[in-house]
């Protein structure tokens, strides 16, 4: 049990020398950890994987942890779990991260290889830098600040299949519960609003996704002998795609939660980091920070149709895209699909027949704000950037957040990370900005002398 017995003063610097002197080896392991191409994505080499996990073993020995071992489950990629205990009646902190990375895209679209880390105007490059390696270093540098004596009881998990939807996670959760119980969890996998901003994620939207298929025709015809007459399955399904947003942009499925949030950025900073072509207007009509982290949001992922190289005159009898859609937070995600399938079958013009397939969900998730843990974290943030720390959404989705909440209910659950506006997660030229990595070390270590107070 946590108890509130106040903080301690700002006075901490001996972890800020700590971290300080620390800092060059964490980089170092960070570099390493860069290096192994650790893509857990289907049809990449999933020994890579198990390299990464066994070399992330290795790093949390040599970091004093103790009954570290890789956790496997059949079919799965490994994590990686370790402990060390804190003195008697002190809080159980479950530090969290992942070591597979996504697939490094377009060899031609890095500046320098994506798996070979380079610096560059204070930011390290390579796949996996912010998302989720440096989240590695974050814990393992946290721990190291206190030498062998961590004022909290400690625990760390890290996973292999993020990067993938953690398929397995669930199974992971109740196969290891005992193992893995804990008063707080700490998942440093987001990050800061942008550099030199310390930031908590407070929220996260779920999220929902399907295939709609369209047919007009039993077979491909000449369209000569039937267009003007004959629906071809792609104007169909252009139609259908048009119907999910109105002209200015806001979704237009019926029933979907939608709410407002404080406004913290502006329109001309959001568009530059984002890199937003000039002219190009905003959807929907509310603040840019409602639309990202409170209200739904549709995206086409994929269409399948002839390319425009294979095209011949003739109607298509077939067109199909893949839909995803994010959800905002208390929104349930099976009555999403539904309401989502039911608007897609409904949009279909002429008759066209419409198949909706429902793919993966992932839950949407509010943290809890009032717990001490969250307070800690906060002041440890603004400790240790020396500004007030934001509280901000995530448009994104991370599902398996409820999947600790779910398996841990009376956890407070923390979410963290070094990502910021230019890290470029998930696309080419991700980085981590140096400066920030160090300091999300200091504050974390500054949290869990905070939460042993």
Same mark, same amino acid.
């Given at each position: 049990?946590?108890?509130?017995?106040?903080?301690?003063?700002?006075?901490?610097?001996?972890?800020?020398? =700590?971290?300080?002197?620390?800092?060059?080896?964490?980089?170092?392991?960070?570099?390493?950890?860069?290096?192994?191409?650790?893509?857990? =994505?289907?049809?990449?080499?999933?020994?890579?994987?198990?390299?990464?996990?066994?070399?992330?073993?290795?790093?949390?020995?040599?970091?004093?942890?103790?009954?570290?071992?890789?956790?496997?489950?059949?079919?799965?990629?490994?994590?990686?779990?370790?402990?060390?205990?804190?003195?008697?009646?002190?809080?159980?902190?479950?530090?969290?991260?992942?070591?597979?990375?996504?697939?490094?895209?377009?060899?031609?679209?890095?500046?320098?290889?994506?798996?070979?880390?380079?610096?560059?105007?204070?930011?390290?490059?390579?796949?996996?830098?912010?998302?989720?390696?440096?989240?590695?270093?974050?814990?393992?540098?946290?721990?190291?600040?206190?030498?062998?004596?961590?004022?909290?009881?400690?625990?760390?998990?890290?996973?292999?299949?993020?990067?993938?939807?953690?398929?397995?996670?669930?199974?992971?959760?109740?196969?290891?519960?005992?193992?893995?119980?804990?008063?707080?969890?700490?998942?440093?996998?987001?990050?800061?609003?942008?550099?030199?901003?310390?930031?908590?994620?407070?929220?996260?939207?779920?999220?929902?996704?399907?295939?709609?298929?369209?047919?007009?025709?039993?077979?491909?015809?000449?369209?000569?002998?039937?267009?003007?007459?004959?629906?071809?399955?792609?104007?169909?399904?252009?139609?259908?795609?048009?119907?999910?947003?109105?002209?200015?942009?806001?979704?237009?499925?019926?029933?979907?939660?939608?709410?407002?949030?404080?406004?913290?950025?502006?329109?001309?900073?959001?568009?530059?980091?984002?890199?937003?072509?000039?002219?190009?207007?905003?959807?929907?009509?509310?603040?840019?920070?409602?639309?990202?982290?409170?209200?739904?949001?549709?995206?086409?992922?994929?269409?399948?149709?002839?390319?425009?190289?294979?095209?011949?005159?003739?109607?298509?009898?077939?067109?199909?895209?893949?839909?995803?859609?994010?959800?905002?937070?208390?929104?349930?995600?099976?009555?999403?699909?539904?309401?989502?399938?039911?608007?897609?079958?409904?949009?279909?013009?002429?008759?066209?027949?419409?198949?909706?397939?429902?793919?993966?969900?992932?839950?949407?998730?509010?943290?809890?704000?009032?717990?001490?843990?969250?307070?800690?974290?906060?002041?440890?943030?603004?400790?240790?950037?020396?500004?007030?720390?934001?509280?901000?959404?995530?448009?994104?989705?991370?599902?398996?957040?409820?999947?600790?909440?779910?398996?841990?209910?009376?956890?407070?659950?923390?979410?963290?990370?070094?990502?910021?506006?230019?890290?470029?997660?998930?696309?080419?030229?991700?980085?981590?900005?140096?400066?920030?990595?160090?300091?999300?070390?200091?504050?974390?270590?500054?949290?869990?002398?905070?939460?042993?107070?």
């Amino acid at each position: 049990m946590i108890h509130d017995r106040g903080y301690a003063s700002d006075m901490h610097d001996d972890l800020l020398l =700590a971290v300080n002197d620390l800092f060059p080896s964490l980089r170092t392991r960070l570099e390493e950890l860069i290096r192994i191409p650790s893509v857990s =994505a289907a049809g990449y080499d999933a020994g890579e994987v198990r390299r990464s996990a066994e070399i992330t073993a290795q790093m949390m020995r040599a970091s004093g942890l103790n009954e570290v071992r890789l956790l496997d489950l059949e079919g799965a990629h490994p994590a990686v779990y370790g402990e060390i205990a804190g003195p008697k009646g002190s809080p159980t902190v479950l530090l969290y991260a992942h070591h597979d990375v996504q697939p490094p895209g377009p060899a031609g679209e890095w500046t320098t290889d994506a798996f070979e880390p380079a610096e560059r105007e204070g930011r390290l490059y390579g796949r996996g830098s912010s998302d989720d390696k440096a989240g590695i270093v974050i814990h393992l540098g946290a721990l190291e600040a206190f030498g062998e004596y961590p004022p909290v009881g400690i625990k760390v998990l890290i996973e292999g299949e993020e990067e993938i939807g953690s398929p397995h996670l669930g199974k992971f959760l109740s196969a290891y519960d005992t193992l893995l119980a804990a008063d707080v969890i700490v998942i440093a996998d987001v990050g800061n609003i942008e550099t030199g901003k310390p930031s908590l994620t407070t929220s996260l939207r779920g999220l929902v996704d399907c295939e709609v298929e369209v047919r007009t025709l039993t077979h491909a015809i000449h369209s000569g002998h039937a267009g003007g007459a004959a629906p071809d399955a792609l104007i169909v399904l252009a139609r259908i795609l048009a119907t999910l947003h109105d002209d200015s942009g806001n979704v237009t499925i019926d029933g979907l939660i939608r709410r407002d949030t404080e406004k913290i950025m502006t329109e001309t900073w959001w568009r530059k980091s984002l890199g937003v072509i000039d002219n190009v207007e905003l959807l929907g009509e509310d603040s840019i920070e409602s639309k990202l982290w409170m209200q739904p949001a549709i995206s086409v992922l994929a269409i399948d149709a002839p390319s425009t190289s294979e095209a011949i005159n003739q109607l298509v009898p077939i067109a199909r895209a893949k839909i995803s859609m994010r959800i905002a937070p208390g929104e349930n995600p099976e009555q999403a699909m539904i309401s989502l399938a039911t608007h897609l079958e409904n949009a279909a013009p002429w008759g066209a027949h419409v198949k909706v397939t429902p793919g993966s969900t992932g839950d949407a998730f509010e943290l809890d704000t009032s717990s001490l843990a969250y307070k800690a974290f906060s002041k440890a943030f603004s400790i240790a950037w020396g500004t007030e720390t934001s509280f901000i959404g995530s448009g994104g989705s991370i599902p398996f957040v409820a999947a600790f909440s779910k398996q841990f209910p009376d956890a407070s659950i923390l979410l963290t990370g070094v990502s910021d506006h230019m890290s470029n997660t998930h696309a080419p030229d991700e980085s981590v900005d140096l400066e920030d990595l160090r300091k999300a070390v200091v504050a974390e270590a500054l949290a869990l002398r905070l939460l042993a107070i």
